[in-house]
């Protein structure tokens, strides 16, 4: 040993020393040894001391409580950081089990004795309390452990629906997002077909994030939005739309929607973005506006072979009972306003 280390050894014992940890008697069995010697004073001063006989009922009722807190004093460390999550390893330390052992021995001594206890000479009585307290004997030595257990077969089951979650998110994100990310890599050179992808995709997000959403048949405001994302995905524009109320979509209600769509497509392909679209349904009627940016044009020019406005929109739309009315001038933006009446079954 060279003359270097030795002083080392001098400073790493008495540092060390006092950081040393003794182990001795467990605070429970201290807690318990007081208990027993208390109640055995009391015993005594009664029996002493008192004006009558102790009742035989006394001391096995305070061994019995003596049996829960012993069963139930491992619990206290046998939870990590999760306090509903049992750990396992933390029960199984010799301390534990004695305590639960002899525990649960106290707990069946002191019901077997109340179980052989002629209290009352009415067989009767006795055949239906006995049973009962030594039921609910057992179940106050196992309750705390059944109570973990259910709990923690409760989280495991939440576990395992978050992870099935997971699995179904990564996988729409590999077959839907992932998958358009690399379209728009490809086309990269293309800002049409990108904001068309891109467009696209957001509704396609939006329609799995709001899964509780309704068919187009139980909602007209989903039949909206469906039909105005077929004109975006065709002619490549974005259209801001806004619907107010919803219903179940009847033939009316589709006929105004169709007109819609059609009124959509015009302004995608001969107006100029932004394109927006506001419907308000209400208990008299379902309303649409749909209004381009320009560059506007005369209604009355329109020639009489172009059938679009009059029988796709005016049309359908009358054919039904609503009206179209549609409001443009050269150099203006085009707005059409759709109307359909609507019966309310009350």
């Not at 306090?83 to 330390?93: E, H, I, K, N, Y």
């Not at 998110?169 to 077959?175: F, M, R, T, Y």
């Amino acid at each position: 040993m060279t003359t270097s280390e030795t002083p080392a050894r001098r400073v790493h014992g008495p540092l060390a020393s006092p950081l040393a940890r003794r182990r001795g008697v467990p605070s429970v069995w201290l807690v318990l040894g007081g208990l027993a010697l208390l109640i055995v004073a009391g015993v005594m001063a009664v029996d002493r001391w008192g004006t009558g006989e102790l009742a035989p009922w006394v001391i096995p009722l305070v061994v019995f409580l003596a049996a829960l807190g012993l069963v139930w004093s491992p619990l206290d460390g046998a939870f990590g950081q999760d306090a509903r999550r049992l750990d396992v390893s933390g029960m199984l330390r010799r301390d534990a089990w004695l305590r639960l052992l002899v525990g649960l021995a106290l707990g069946v001594a002191a019901l077997w004795w109340f179980a052989a206890w002629e209290f009352t000479d009415n067989a009767v009585a006795r055949a239906i309390i006995t049973p009962a307290v030594v039921v609910v004997g057992i179940g106050l030595l196992l309750s705390p452990w059944w109570l973990r257990l259910i709990r923690q077969v409760s989280v495991e089951r939440e576990e395992r629906i978050r992870e099935h979650e997971r699995a179904e998110i990564a996988a729409h994100l590999h077959d839907s997002v992932l998958q358009t990310l690399t379209m728009i890599r490809a086309r990269a050179s293309d800002p049409d077909v990108v904001a068309r992808l891109a467009r696209a995709q957001e509704r396609d997000l939006r329609t799995y994030l709001y899964q509780d959403s309704r068919s187009p048949d139980e909602s007209v405001a989903t039949a909206l939005a469906d039909a105005v994302g077929e004109v975006e995905d065709v002619h490549g524009v974005a259209v801001d739309i806004v619907s107010v109320g919803d219903a179940p979509t009847d033939e009316a209600l589709w006929a105004a929607v169709q007109a819609t769509r059609e009124a959509v497509s015009n302004a995608a392909r001969h107006g100029e973005q932004p394109i927006s679209v506001y419907a308000e349904l209400t208990a008299d009627g379902y309303e649409v506006f749909v209004r381009d940016s320009g560059p506007g044009f005369d209604p009355d020019e329109v020639p009489e072979d172009r059938l679009g406005i009059r029988q796709s929109i005016v049309g359908r739309v009358g054919r039904h009972g609503g009206t179209a009315e549609v409001r443009s001038a050269r150099g203006d933006r085009t707005e059409v306003t759709i109307r359909m009446p609507r019966e309310v079954r009350r």
